[in-house]
């Protein structure tokens, strides 16, 4: 029967990317080297996560910061910085890499002979730190370039447009462990069988939903959202000086306000939108690439860059989006067509659902 082909002819992640691998026949095996030594750490942070609540036990034994740390070894570590290290040990000793980028790391890491490749791996190792403490989900990202020559790696060879990643994932430490990639010919689903210590293929090829009904975006930031650049300055005076002589407020006119506005209170007799935001960049991603809507994160007063950070938060989830059937944007371009000028550089990021986005992309226009 096919339910118990489906129980017993199991497809593991490694065997999943093998087989992808095949079509190229210079394929050496080093991707999927390199994607074991990622799935180790993810394992690795995946059991840290799972131990963390345990931490506050440890503190009643005697130590005083209840936060989520872990005994490793002799000595007790954030998670975040414990799940640093696990990655770069294990992409280091991978053997196929040569310029890794965490978020963790003011440099990046160039990896010494004998143990170079030529991967480039940027990842942020434990992303949304501030839901740590209280157990809600939290995830790993990461993307792939690889170098072509054989050069000395630079730093260069990680300033790279997103367009031009190899693949890209994440890692979601959530109810289950899920872990979902993109080697650029879709995007699929494994979810982590603890019994096996294996990921399964569980969501072959996903596609995002054309049109979501789902926002997502930290609205407490409101307040800050007025436009970073001279023409909204130029607005906001007007307005000021229009209030002043008349004592009436003109609506604010503000592109972020405008949407959410727009998501709460829509004018074509469309349903409103509802909100969902956890505060962790991989759960919010996850939520919209299987049940559609659009993540936000725009610049504001305070980050006039926004807060994400291109190289491992922007880029691998919207290769992802894109690979999904969906957008990302960055209020001014393809998010994927962008060039970082330095490995911890930020940008605003609009993703999701093709039609979410694409209405975001049409306030931007018409603001031109
Ligand atoms: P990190 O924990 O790696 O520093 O990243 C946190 C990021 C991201 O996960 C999330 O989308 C965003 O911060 C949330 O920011 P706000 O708390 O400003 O909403
Ligand atoms: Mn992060
Ligand atoms: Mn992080
Ligand atoms: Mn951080």
New binding site residues.
């Given amino acids: 029967h096919a339910a118990d082909a489906h129980r017993t002819d199991l497809m593991t992640i490694t065997r999943f990317v093998l087989n992808e691998q095949s079509k190229y026949p210079e394929s050496r095996g080093d991707f999927t080297i390199l994607l074991n030594h990622i799935v180790l750490g993810c394992k690795f942070v995946c059991s840290a996560v799972n131990k963390a609540g345990l931490a506050k036990l440890i503190g009643l034994a005697g130590e005083t910061n209840v936060q989520a740390r872990i005994w490793a070894g002799e000595e007790q570590k954030k998670l ?1 910085v414990l799940s640093n290290e696990v990655f770069i040990k294990a992409l280091v000793s991978s053997g196929r890499t040569c310029v890794l980028v965490s ?1 963790e790391d003011e440099e990046a890491t160039f990896v010494e002979q004998p143990k170079r490749g030529r991967y480039c791996v940027v990842f ?1 190792p ?5 839901n740590i403490d209280c157990g809600v989900s ?1 995830g790993t990202i990461f993307g792939i370039y690889m170098v072509n020559d054989s050069h000395e790696p630079t730093l260069d060879d990680v300033l790279q447009p997103g367009k031009n990643m190899l693949a890209a994932g994440y890692c979601m430490y959530g109810s289950s462990c899920t872990l979902v990639l993109s080697t650029g010919e879709g995007v699929n689903g494994f979810t982590l069988d603890p019994s096996l210590g294996e990921f399964i293929l569980t969501h072959p090829d996903i596609k995002i939903p054309k049109k979501g009904k789902i926002y997502s975006v ?1 609205e ?2 409101a307040k800050n959202w007025d436009g970073p650049t001279a023409k909204y300055v130029l607005i906001s005076f007007s307005r000021a000086l229009f209030s002043a002589f008349t004592s009436m407020q003109l609506p604010h006119s503000f592109l972020e306000l405008r949407y959410v506005e727009k998501c709460k209170f829509p004018k074509d007799g469309s349903s409103s939108k509802s909100l969902r ?1 956890i ?4 759960a ?1 991603v996850h939520r919209t690439l299987l049940y559609g809507g659009i993540f936000l ?1 725009p610049a504001d007063k305070k980050s006039p860059n926004g ?2 950070r291109v190289l491992y ?1 922007v880029f691998p989830m919207s290769f992802l989006m894109e690979q999904a059937g969906g957008q990302a944007f960055t209020g001014k371009q393809r998010a994927l067509d962008l060039v970082p000028n330095k490995i911890h550089e930020r940008s605003p990021i609009f993703l999701g659902s093709y039609d979410d986005v694409e209405e975001i992309k049409a306030l931007y226009a018409a603001e031109e």
């Avoid at 505060?279 to 991989?282: F, L, P, Q, R």
């Fill in positions: 975040d978020e942020d434990l992303d949304g730190s501030s939290i930290n407490g930031n935001y505060g962790s960049m991989v919010d994160y807060k994400l938060e």
